[in-house]
């Protein structure tokens, strides 16, 4: 399965936009890009996902470069509510009819302050 | 509407003890999966079942049973439980159409903790 690398941990300040980069240099072209988030003592959320071109959703917007061997998620104006750890997982989508599965790495930790 | 509901939500169990997680989701969804997630760590694999009927291992089943009962529901059984199994377990669903399913996006419930002594 294709890796992908992101930082550790990031801090933004709230109502400031954030740029959270990932790597991921040995996608194939089979490979959909997901972005997830998880909020303390939750379950993850889909945060959302493209292929090739830049993406935007009422949470989010999906850079991906045109290599495709990184994206970077970009929340526009940071909440306190944003704090989380966010995960950027490669999904591959190869055959039909088929469960694909998402593998979790550790992520990259959020965090927002005043 | 739910979602994807997980129970119980707390579990102390000794080592040896069975027990059964139970998971349904009301999305109508073909896919279902269980994963674990330990301190400090993302979120692994055990088992998923892309439709009723149907059961596949995942990164680290070992341990664990699984029974697809119906559409709605997908549970995990640890016939007897070990430390290692100490652990967040979530359930997941995604998909309402299996051959679209693929690309969909997961909707997890908010996990069983499980501590086995």
């Known amino acids: 399965d294709a890796k992908t690398t992101q930082p550790n941990s990031m801090e933004s300040n709230e109502e400031e936009p954030v740029h959270l980069p990932c790597n991921h240099s040995?996608?194939?072209?089979?490979?959909?890009i997901h972005w997830y988030r998880q909020l303390p003592s939750q379950g993850p959320e889909y945060v959302i996902h493209g292929l090739t071109s830049n993406v935007n959703n009422r949470m989010a917007s999906l850079a991906i470069a045109e290599d495709r061997k990184s994206s970077t998620l970009i929340l526009h104006r940071a909440t306190l509510r944003d704090a989380a750890v966010y995960y950027c997982?490669?999904?591959?989508?190869?055959?039909?009819?088929?469960?694909?599965?998402?593998?979790f790495g550790t992520g990259t930790r959020l965090q927002v302050t005043l | 509407n739910a979602g994807v509901t997980q129970t119980p939500k707390f579990q102390v169990l000794k080592t040896g003890q069975s027990m059964t997680l139970q998971c349904a989701q009301d999305?109508?969804?073909?896919?279902m999966y269980w994963y674990r997630q330990d301190p400090g760590m993302g979120l692994r694999l055990i088992y998923y079942?892309?439709?009723?009927?149907?059961?596949d291992k995942g990164e680290v089943p070992n341990g664990y049973n699984v029974s697809r009962l119906n559409k709605r529901e997908f549970s995990l059984r640890l016939e007897s439980a070990a430390p290692s199994q100490t652990s967040v377990y979530f359930c997941a669903s995604s998909g309402a159409d299996s051959y679209r399913s693929y690309n969909s996006p997961l909707h997890f419930g908010n996990g069983t903790r499980l501590t086995v002594t």
């Open positions: 997982i490669l999904r591959d989508t190869r055959g039909t009819g088929t469960a694909s599965k998402l593998t």
């Open positions: 079942s892309a439709s009723e009927g149907t059961t």
């Open positions: 999305m109508n969804h073909n896919s």
């Open positions: 040995t996608i194939s072209g089979t490979d959909y």
